[in-house]
């Protein structure tokens, strides 16, 4: 079930809502926790309903392993859980890849396995891995109330497209929080700002992107290759950055706070500070689980690029099993490298130089992150960089994208940036915020978003003409 479903916005999300409310208020927390359980296993097996097994299997194991912790052989029950949750993210993700791979190296002839992944098993597996580490170190409490620890792993807002939670950071408001009218207000705005971004701007582009990229590489332009690349540029934002911005707007209105999971990372001025401002859940969880373990950067020079080198490759693979991943991985790695020997206190003193060169290197790196294979990604790059020796191709740009999707994607995209970011407008938003001018654009936003999903195109200029 996606949140930009009309069931999920007509149906679900208002019955549990309300649900959720009533318990909360006069039958306590304990029994909102219920109802909240019970309703993400129900949305996890919407679209497949075998795979609530592999949910119920998942929260088995990591419940288990809490408790196992408190005996002496806490270290063998830590290897055994992060062996089980691998071992099952690695059946149903990496099986096919891994086949693949040993094919093409031994020459074998070995079936490659048709699994199909599991919806959200990528975040509710780092997820359940936090807690056991964290339990471990000593960071939680070991949670006894199996249907507490089963809530944190298949609470529904972040199940699908995260943010990836850490259980420390919500156990306490598992057992202890509060609903307000101000923060249900700012759970719903942000959830509608979030929708708007996924509806209005992320599926136009993407529309674009796909248009061009159906015809065969070797024949774009260079200006289609340079549209392609911004388009998806664009989606990937707003489309990842939509749905945070919808899981921490429905936490809220269930009185829960999930921490940012984007903070502007197209405006950064390197590659280490595009990666602190990206997907932070994401790099946070590496840097605590993966980077600081292995030994962070207190292990010498040649040890500290390396372990870059292997978070950034296990952060491409976690995006998808294919090799163009590993290969968008290990790009973002390289840079990171670079500008730790090099030259990052250069791009630290020239922003403008910075942000130029960062923005072109997360472009490019949007290539090989956008298509399967890494050949027709390098042909892309190619034109993208030299367009002048490509200033034809097959089609024309017109073709495919037309005047009305450019104005009103420029549209929305500045105006969804005046109503966000607080830190440009500063003055003028803090006045409109909660004012009936900020309700209007938000029921606006959410009657268009509606209209879109309606048509069945996932077409926002259903409604213009022009």
Not at 22 to 49: C, D, T, V
Not at 146 to 156: D, E
Not at 220 to 226: N, V
Not at 425 to 432: N, Q
Request: aromatic residues 18%; contains cysteine; proline residues 3%.
């Amino acid at each position: 079930m996606l949140f930009s479903s009309l069931f999920f916005l007509w149906v679900f999300l208002p019955i549990v809502f309300i649900s959720s409310f009533i318990l909360q208020r006069f039958g306590g927390i304990k029994a909102a926790n219920i109802l909240l359980l019970i309703s993400s296993l129900f949305f996890y097996a919407w679209g497949e309903p075998i795979y609530i097994f592999l949910m119920l299997a998942s929260i088995l194991i990591n419940y288990s392993a809490g408790m196992l912790l408190y005996t002496k052989y806490k270290k063998v029950v830590l290897a055994v859980a992060v062996i089980l949750n691998l071992a099952l993210l690695g059946y149903y993700k990496y099986a096919g890849i891994l086949v693949k791979t040993w094919n093409r190296l031994t020459g074998a002839e070995v079936g490659i396995p048709k699994i199909a992944l599991p919806i959200g098993i990528s975040f509710f597996t780092f997820q359940a891995l936090s807690y056991v580490i964290d339990a471990y170190r000593g960071d939680c409490e070991i949670q006894r109330n199996p249907l507490k620890l089963a809530l944190y792993v298949s609470f529904f807002p972040q199940l699908i497209a995260g943010p990836i939670v850490k259980y420390k950071d919500v156990a306490d408001q598992i057992d202890h929080r509060e609903l307000s009218l101000d923060q249900t207000a700012s759970g719903i705005r942000r959830f509608v700002y979030g929708l708007a971004k996924k509806v209005l701007i992320a599926n136009v582009a993407a529309q674009v992107v796909d248009n061009i990229y159906a015809r065969p590489t070797a024949q774009l332009s260079g200006a289609m290759a340079g549209v392609a690349v911004i388009c998806y540029t664009i989606q990937i934002y707003y489309d990842f950055s939509g749905y945070s911005d919808m899981a921490i707007g429905l936490g809220r209105m269930f009185g829960f706070e999930f921490k940012e999971n984007f903070n502007y990372p197209y405006i950064s001025h390197s590659i280490r500070e595009f990666w602190r401002r990206w997907h932070i859940s994401l790099s946070t969880w590496f840097k605590e689980y993966v980077y600081i373990p292995l030994g962070g950067n207190r292990r010498g020079t040649g040890r500290t690029y390396m372990n870059l080198l292997i978070v950034f490759f296990l952060t491409g693979l976690w995006h998808g099993a294919g090799y163009n991943f590993i290969f968008w991985g290990l790009y973002h790695g390289a840079f990171i490298v670079l500008e730790r020997a090099f030259y990052g206190k250069w791009l630290d003193r020239h922003k403008v130089i910075g942000w130029i060169y960062t923005f072109t290197v997360v472009n490019v790196g949007w290539i090989f992150f956008r298509l399967t294979y890494i050949i027709p990604g390098f042909r892309v790059t190619k034109r993208l960089l030299m367009p002048w020796k490509y200033p034809t191709g097959n089609v024309g740009i017109w073709e495919i994208v037309s005047a009305k999707e450019v104005i009103i994607l420029i549209a929305a995209i500045l105006g969804m940036g005046v109503i966000q970011n607080t830190s440009v407008f500063g003055t003028v938003i803090r006045k409109l915020k909660d004012s009936w001018i900020e309700i209007a654009v938000q029921t606006l936003l959410f009657i268009w978003c509606l209209g879109s999903l309606a048509s069945g195109t996932y077409n926002p200029f259903i409604y213009f003409r022009f």
